[in-house]
């Protein structure tokens, strides 16, 4: 590994190992989108994977995922939210940092805020989950305690609807797209009033946010859980957090949470892996791939989950181990939309996983670092 320098985002810190001959280059962080030089003097250790990159070689593109950070040429645009400018965090915070914990960082507000927009926008035009800035759809945030009589199937419907493409809301309006927002019909004033994060097309919503009502000395408060720390960041500075003792809490959190594979993973798709995937005590956890044959909304139902041992394979009744020292063979069959990975090795049950390039990508990168004992075989336009 000595010919390449591990960099590091300034912003969420993520790692990248860098060939030499792009050091002094520009880059774009793919996890958070920022900006910056790569620079050899920022040595961390050199034990993270590439992160999977797809915006400007030719590596970029392909179904292995990219590995290109460096900035796309002239002519590829931004995408059109990057162009809106809220309005600046407020001198005051208006919102109340009260923890962190498993589910994420939760944070506390007066009813009455609702009725502010500048509150309301606040959530960073990201991916809610894993950060991609690109390919983004708007959902609402959906007060639970005010359903019609909580009916959790209701909760889960309003939760995974879309709303609309972030990048063509924009385009259409992006002067007053936010004052367009229609309300959420099934929920009381001011609850009903919208209060948009985005997701990728990636991710599933559920459990990226989570919130909850409480009363106190004749007063109610609404309590928001984000669970990608780095998003709780923004959604605090945003709204006047910055330099309060909060959010230095919440840094030193973010900083483990992205060291913590098992952490990134939202509270309620972890519970549900945690079902059918137990972490031994001498492994390490590496990734959750979940399966697209299921929806979005079942996340975490069926899918693989990678260690440094083993790979667990879950779908309906089928759940089995593949140790890593055994080897075996990885054979992906990719369009551009959609991969089916095929694993097989000897004495085990085969296993089918419906899922999307860059996640395939990411997974046979990641077994092939672990064992040369891994055949490894990509084929494209076969679906």
């Not at 005051?92 to 609702?114: H, Q, S, T, Y």
């Not at 299921?294 to 394979?313: M, P, S």
Request: hydrophobic fraction near 35%.
């Amino acid at each position: 590994m000595s010919e390449f320098s591990v960099i590091v985002c300034p912003n969420c810190m993520q790692k990248y190992r860098v060939a030499p001959g792009k050091l002094g280059m520009r880059a774009v962080c793919k996890r958070c989108g920022q900006r910056f030089k790569l620079d050899a003097e920022v040595q961390v250790d050199d034990d993270t994977v590439c992160g999977w990159i797809s915006q400007a070689d030719a590596a970029g593109t392909s179904v292995m995922g990219g590995t290109s950070i460096f900035e796309a040429p002239r002519g590829q645009a931004a995408p059109t939210s990057a162009k809106w400018r809220r309005a600046a965090p407020p001198s005051e915070p208006r919102i109340r940092f009260v923890r962190v914990d498993k589910e994420g960082a939760c944070f506390e507000f007066p009813v009455a805020l609702l009725l502010e927009d500048d509150l309301r926008a606040s959530f960073p035009h990201r991916c809610s989950l894993c950060l991609n800035p690109r390919d983004l759809s708007l959902h609402m945030l959906i007060w639970g305690d005010k359903l019609p009589r909580k009916e959790a199937l209701l909760l889960q419907e309003a939760e995974n609807r879309v709303v609309r493409s972030v990048d063509k809301l924009m385009a259409a309006d992006p002067d007053s797209w936010f004052k367009n927002l229609e309300p959420v019909v099934v929920l009381p004033k001011p609850f009903s009033n919208p209060f948009p994060y985005s997701v990728c097309s990636n991710c599933s919503p559920i459990g990226a946010v989570k919130t909850h009502l409480r009363t106190e000395s004749g007063l109610d408060y609404c309590q928001v859980c984000i669970a990608n720390l780095t998003v709780a960041l923004d959604f605090y500075r945003n709204n006047g957090g910055r330099g309060e003792p909060g959010y230095q809490r919440l840094l030193i959190a973010r900083r483990q949470q992205k060291d913590n594979q098992w952490e990134n993973l939202p509270f309620v798709v972890r519970t549900r892996v945690s079902t059918w995937f137990t972490k031994q005590s001498d492994e390490r956890f590496l990734g959750f791939y979940s399966d697209e044959d299921f929806g979005r909304a079942d996340t975490g139902l069926a899918g693989l989950v990678l260690t440094d041992r083993r790979i667990v394979y879950k779908k309906y009744a089928a759940c089995c181990d593949y140790p890593i020292s055994r080897g075996g063979q990885l054979v992906i069959n990719a369009n551009q939309n959609r991969a089916t990975v095929e694993l097989s090795q000897a004495g085990c049950a085969d296993a089918i996983c419906q899922t999307r390039p860059l996640v395939a990508g990411a997974l046979a990168r990641t077994l092939t670092e672990l064992s040369p004992k891994w055949q490894i075989e990509v084929h494209t336009g076969r679906i």
